[in-house]
């Protein structure tokens, strides 16, 4: 499916501060100036990298928009655990913002697009964003967002479901993927 995708992707590291952003470009503005810009954070519950499905998605975006859609391969747990992530979403957003002239897409049309983990950070940038305002978004997609981290995944179960091994796994892998996330 990935050779039938209707726009293809160039890789291209983004100097946003603090390291180089890893992100896959999605061009399907036909060289058209002034088209919108998707920001595309991935799920992966903030330890898995970005994955091709991501990309199947970001093509049919910006095949349809006729846009671009930057799909950001942040920085991942444990190894850089929160809030790294936050940080460099935000980072890229800016500089996204910052450098809409230079890529030929509107600054007054940048969309972002999360999904679980990705979502989170999205909302993460937007509230580090509102500390200290540089830039704006038009719109902002939230795919299945994980809202409330300091919850232990656990006390979201009712206690006759822990019969249920589907519901306790899920909860144990929630669990998991938030002590590589978070510093206790």
């Known amino acids: 499916i990935l050779e039938q995708m209707p726009v293809k992707p160039v890789r291209k590291f983004f100097d946003t501060g603090e390291r180089k952003t890893d992100t896959w470009i999605f061009d399907g503005t036909h060289g058209k100036k002034g088209q919108p810009l998707f920001i595309n954070l991935h799920g992966g519950g903030f330890i898995k990298a970005r994955a091709d499905r991501d990309s199947v998605y970001c093509s049919m975006i910006a095949d349809e928009f006729q846009a671009s859609v930057w799909d950001v ?32 897409f509107d600054r007054d049309r940048i969309f972002l697009l999360g999904h679980s983990a990705g979502a989170n950070l999205a909302c993460g940038a937007l509230i580090l964003n509102q500390r ?17 981290q300091r919850q232990n995944p656990f006390t979201k179960i009712k206690k006759e479901d822990y019969s249920d091994e589907r519901r306790v796994a899920r909860a144990l892998t929630e669990y ?8 206790p």
């Open 73 to 104: 391969d942040y920085v991942l747990a444990p190894e850089d655990p929160f809030p790294a992530a936050v940080y460099e979403s935000c980072n890229i957003i800016r500089y996204a913002y910052m450098h809409a002239g230079e890529y030929g």
């Open 176 to 183: 998991n993927y938030l002590e590589l996330y978070m510093n």
């Open 132 to 148: 200290e305002p540089s830039f704006r978004i038009r719109g902002l997609v939230l795919d299945y967002i994980p809202a409330d």
